[in-house]
């Protein structure tokens, strides 16, 4: 075996060159020592898969993020100065958060082994001269393997010699359509879709039978190429994330400032430095939102299930969110935008005036039908796939012969009994040298030639014509109408058949002498019925939408004005074109298709996207897609018809295969995000309050009115409990039509801090003032004291969620108030709060008192001061906008 045995460019090698670099015969095969020697050489013929997910990584996933390191840094600081209880109340929170993201991603996530599925089958090599079957595993360079139609490729091969043969390269390339194959080498740098010589691992043969030498296993295949590429791509951090980091670091920056400038006034004024140290750590907890990251996770959980019950699986919960910040979907077309079947679509008659028309049995009626009928008749003869005889629809074997199959069939013409009232007896296989194929028919006395084929091949072996009442001989005039006819078809992305026929005394003529034709079939890979409304709709909410397809521009093209793309207005770019865009974010957006892509290409066009600003959601389904799919933002694969390959490497999978589920996804991300906004700044304006009820109590010399623990309390109890409810919020409907946020945007911006600050201080008046009252009008302090200003909080923080509605809204009537979850929420809260001060273990644990009817009515009152004066102004509003009106 030589040195240079794997040839790098198989495809434009002549046969017989290549037989000798791999040191085989063609008839022989090799010998089982040299399959040895090259299986120990090059490996098994596996693909090497992805590490499967394992339980600790979806564990240390939860851990990775910033809010999480906040608590826990908290967490040590409490430990390390003897504060043990609120240590571990911060601990519990941890644990808590992590659990339910780990189970909620626990059962979204799926094995990661999905590449190997493609090896795991048996293929029929001819060895030592004789054909075995072996595991596909076992296939090296070399080994010669016979094919034929209904076969999976399991290795690159090279063909050697073979008849008729095609193959459906959908999953690899994007081109729905079969793709014929010969032994003829092509040019060196034909692209990969375009490789006729070649079988390439991963695809299936749809016709035709011959052998060919294995030159490529394992991971030295075009599939295993794809693979290097997804190992490549690295996803960038979600968009909350990123802004869950922002907040993050602000509050940081927050904490370390209050926490130093409160322990620094207290030692200057002579304090005791521990009992300022222990303070600033009670700031400190009262600064981070400890339920934050619960409700936030919880939030992405309930999202993400509703998605699950809409057939939209999803891995992690960050991708629920991430949806609503798209604002780029590239979509595959073969599969995703379309069906992935042929069908008829449209058939021209001499009769018709040469004119296309659509296929259907009902508008062709009189002499048009009897037309129609002979052809259907003869494209079911010339056809040598069945149909599916469960459901009638989809079959084995051609897509194309399949379609003229249910065409027939939607006629009346079943092609078993057909052939039962004329029996085959003579078959010519599709050759890529002829372009054409025939079959042979006893009919009474006479035989019936029936042909099919490529137009351009067709054509120039008729000699006449079926019109209505005879046959007519085909002129050149004639001719090159017809012709026109393939072009103007051809132009609106169809695959063309020319179908003729002849009658002869003998079966032993020449097949493709003196032919009748009979007319033109128009065949396409139809869009989704679905696909032009949910584009539509990613119009109106401002995302632009544009084909990434393997296929040729013509036919993605035809298939974006089938669903609605401004294909019209922008050039298609060819993937060899790619580069002389420069990737400028301009032409990038105005271009709608991106034809003759491959999976490297799609994999750059997804990062210039990105570094040009856009979130991208990349939906495919085939193996050419994995890539692509996993370097965007979001990467949505089919579930029904996609390759493993594309469900492992995207974020989401949908299981009906409906693309009008990606707007539901964005929708639901969009309504996420809202309410992630705004259950964080219910949270922070409470956090911000106790930080300055402490604060300002220990710089002008007051007694705590609030106690570490019972801040933590709070922070758990009265406040995670509302702002879940904030958090089931289901949006309004404007939500789709406004333009995507952009992805620098951060979660709380300036106007949601000044809401923030606004609210705290709020808040922290009420308290001081219930402190006032308890402390001068009715003499208390000690634990007394500390309960009232504790209601006084836990009160006022439960009714701030009614300052949480639209500022659009009504003041009675608004989402706040209609949700029964708010109500639902508060009532749990007033009774733990009940239960903090009337459970004397709990009551002893938090520091407090038992409180009287005075107590009660001081915190109730003051704590409904808050409520009023935010909610005054819009009171103002409304009264001023009815006396004008």
């Known amino acids: 075996m030589t040195a240079t045995m794997l040839s790098e460019r198989p495809h ?18 090799l010998e089982p020592t040299e399959v040895q020697e090259r299986l120990a050489r090059f490996g098994p013929n596996l693909i090497e898969a992805g590490d499967a997910v394992s339980p600790f990584a979806i564990f240390r996933h939860q851990l990775a993020s910033p809010v999480v390191y906040l608590l826990t840094a908290a967490a040590f600081l409490a430990f390390l100065f003897g504060q043990h209880v609120e240590a571990m109340a911060v601990v519990a929170v941890l644990l808590i958060n992590t659990a339910i993201g780990y189970w909620a991603e626990y059962k979204a996530t799926r094995s990661m082994e999905a590449l190997r599925t493609l090896g795991h089958r048996s293929v029929r090599v001819l060895r030592e001269g004789h054909q075995r079957m072996v595991p596909a595993e076992q296939l090296v360079p070399g080994d010669v393997v016979v094919v034929e139609a209904g076969d999976v490729v399991s290795a690159d091969l090279r063909i050697l010699e073979g008849s008729g043969l095609a193959a459906n390269e959908s999953t690899l390339t994007g081109e ?28 299936a043969v ?19 190429d794809i693979t290097q590429l997804v190992k490549q791509a690295r996803p960038a951090r979600s968009p909350l994330e990123k802004r869950l980091s922002k907040v993050a670091a602000q509050l940081v920056w927050l904490t370390m400032l209050l926490a130093l400038a409160v322990t620094v006034a207290g030692i200057a004024r002579d304090a005791d430095p521990f009992l300022m140290v222990t303070t600033g750590i009670a700031l400190a907890v009262a600064a ?36 609503g910040s798209v604002s780029v979907i590239l979509t595959d077309k073969t599969g995703t935008l379309t069906e992935n079947r042929m069908v008829l679509e449209s058939v021209c008659l001499p009769a018709m005036d040469l004119a296309p028309k659509n296929f259907t049995t009902e508008s062709l009626a009189g002499e048009e039908a009897g037309l129609l009928r002979d052809l259907l008749t003869v494209a079911a003869l010339c056809n040598c796939s069945e149909l599916d005889p469960g459901n009638g629809e989809g079959g084995v074997g051609d897509p194309l012969e399949i379609a003229l199959l249910e065409a027939a069939a939607s006629a009346g013409l079943s092609r078993e009994q057909l052939v039962d009232e004329q029996p085959q007896v003579r078959l010519s296989a599709f050759s890529a040298e002829t372009r054409m194929m025939a079959t042979v028919h006893r009919h009474g006395e006479t035989f019936t030639y029936a042909v099919k084929g490529g137009p351009e091949a067709v054509l120039a072996h008729c000699t006449a014509v079926r019109f209505r009442h005879d046959d007519r001989p085909l002129d050149d005039t004639m001719r090159g109408e017809w012709h026109e ?44 019925g679905d696909v032009a409304d949910a584009i539509a709709a990613c119009h109106s909410a ?47 957006r105005a271009t709608k298709v991106f034809a003759r892509v491959d999976p490297g290409e799609k994999l750059a066009l997804v990062k210039a996207f990105q570094d040009s600003g856009d979130v991208v959601a990349m939906t495919g389904d085939g193996v050419n897609d994995a ?50 906004r705004r259950f964080a700044t219910y949270l922070l304006a409470c956090n911000l309050s106790e930080v300055l009820v402490v604060g300002l109590a220990v710089l002008i010399s007051l007694p705590l009115p609030i106690l570490p623990l019972q801040i933590l309390f709070l922070n758990l109890v009265t406040d995670v409990l509302p702002a879940f409810a904030l958090a089931t919020a289901k949006g309004d409907a404007s939500i789709m039509t406004r333009a995507p946020r952009p992805s620098s945007e951060p979660l709380l911006g300036l106007a949601q801090w000044r809401r923030i600050a606004l609210h705290g201080l709020v808040l922290t008046g009420a308290v001081f003032g219930a402190m006032g009252i308890a402390s001068n009008a009715m003499g208390l302090d000690g634990a007394p004291l500390v309960t009232v200003t504790f209601l006084t909080l836990a009160l006022s923080q439960l009714w701030h969620v009614f300052n949480l509605s639209s500022p659009r809204s ?46 009660w009515s001081v915190a109730i009152a003051a704590s409904l001061a808050p409520l009023l004066v935010i909610q005054l102004p819009r009171l103002l509003s409304a009264i001023t906008g009815r006396k004008q009106a």
């Open 288 to 323: 981070i939102p400890e339920g934050l990251p619960i409700v936030a996770t919880l939030a992405l959980a309930q999202g993400m299930w509703r998605m699950a019950r809409q057939n939209a699986l999803l891995r992690q919960l960050s991708a629920v969110e991430t949806f």
């Open 206 to 224: 749809t016709s035709g039978s011959g052998t060919g030498l294995v030159v490529g296993t394992g991971r030295r295949t075009a599939i295993g």
């Open 542 to 588: 401002g995302i632009d939408v544009a084909i990434v397809t393997g296929d040729h521009a013509v036919t993605a093209v035809s298939i974006g004005r089938q669903v609605g793309l401004p294909v019209d207005e922008s050039e298609p770019v060819e993937g060899r074109n790619l580069a002389r865009l420069d990737f400028d974010r301009d032409r990038l």
């Open 810 to 855: 009504g003041i009675v009537r608004n989402e706040v108030t209609r949700s029964p979850w708010i109500w639902a929420a508060l009532a749990v809260c007033g009774v733990l709060l009940c239960l903090a001060v009337y459970v004397p273990s709990l009551r002893l644990v938090l520091g407090l008192a038992r409180p009287d009817g005075q107590m």
């Open 627 to 676: 890539p692509a799919l996993r370097q965007a933002d979001i990467g949505v694969a089919m579930g029904k018809r996609g390759t493993d390959v594309a469900r492992e490497a995207a974020d989401m999978v949908l299981l009906d295969d409906a693309f009008t589920s990606i707007v539901a996804a964005i929708r639901e991300g969009r309504i996420i995000f809202e309410n992630i």
């Open 12 to 29: 434009s090698e002549p046969v017989d060159l290549l037989l000798r670099a791999y040191s085989v015969e063609m008839a022989i095969g």
């Open 485 to 528: 006819l393939v072009e103007e078809l051809g132009s609106e992305g169809m695959r063309v058949l020319a179908i003729a026929q002849k009658l002869a005394p003998s079966a032993d003529e020449e097949p493709y002498t003196n032919l009748t034709l009979l007319g033109l079939v128009g065949l396409r890979d139809p869009a989704r």
């Open 176 to 203: 729905s359509a079969p793709v014929d194959k010969s032994a003829l080498p092509v040019p060196p740098e034909t692209r990969l879709a375009e490789r006729s010589s070649m079988f390439f691992r991963g695809t």
